[in-house]
Structure formats: C-alpha cells, structure tokens
C-alpha cells in the first residue's frame, strides 16, 4: 500500500497561483494512477484532477481544465498540481488520492489510498 502525504496549500488571492505536492511513500509509485480531489464545507468531495501511472493523458474537471495542471515525477515519488488564475470557488480541502494499475477515476470509489489533505483559500 502507498502513504500519501499533500503539502502547498495556503491563503492566496483571487488571480494568484499555487503548486500543491503529494509525496508517495512505501509502495512503487509507478503504478499507482493518481487524482486530486477537492471538498468544500459543506459539500461533497469532487474530483479535480488525475494521471494515469504511466503518465498519458491528464483528465480534468471541466471547470479547472484551463487553470490548473497536473503533472507526476516517478523520480521522486510526488504528482504536483499547479493551480493559476485562482478563483474564490476554488477554496477547498484539496486530496491527493492513488490507486494501484488502474484508469483515472472521477469518484471518490475510484481510488483506495486517500491523504489527509492540504487547504487552499482564495480571497481578498
């Protein structure tokens, strides 16, 4: 099984930019497909983001498709996520999430392995 843990989160301003980093541990990241979701209070966990183990294709949700990227280094075990042009409605608890040889899931189901995750506010 693979240990996740998300660093990066923060206070930023409407505009403004930040990198978020899961660190994989104690399993070979290689083959674990990886996703970012994010939840907000009160609402439900949604999916963010993914990339399948051997890189490909990224998906993601249609309203950070232009915005944000999501990128993995086997070499060093993380997958990143750069987020720009942040928006207020991008404030959230923002998760890493792996699970082993699989396709990109968009639920919460589709993923076994899940950090404790990082915040990411965005206001003025």
């Known amino acids: 099984q693979v240990q996740l843990r998300e660093s990066g989160g923060g206070l930023v301003q409407p505009g403004g930019s930040l990198r978020l980093s899961c660190a994989a541990s104690g399993d070979t990241f290689s083959r674990y497909t990886m996703g970012w979701f994010r939840q907000a209070p009160g609402k439900e966990r949604e999916f963010v983001a993914g990339i399948m183990y051997f890189g490909g294709s990224p998906m993601y949700e249609g309203s950070v498709r232009d915005r944000f990227t999501i990128s993995r280094d086997n070499a060093k075990n993380t997958v990143y996520l750069q987020m720009n042009g942040l928006r207020p409605e991008d404030t959230a608890l923002y998760y890493c999430?792996?699970?082993?040889?699989?396709?990109?899931?968009?639920?919460?189901?589709?993923?076994?392995?899940w950090g404790q995750g990082t915040q990411v506010t965005v206001a003025s």
């Open positions: 999430a792996a699970n082993y040889v699989s396709p990109i899931g968009r639920t919460v189901g589709g993923y076994a392995y």
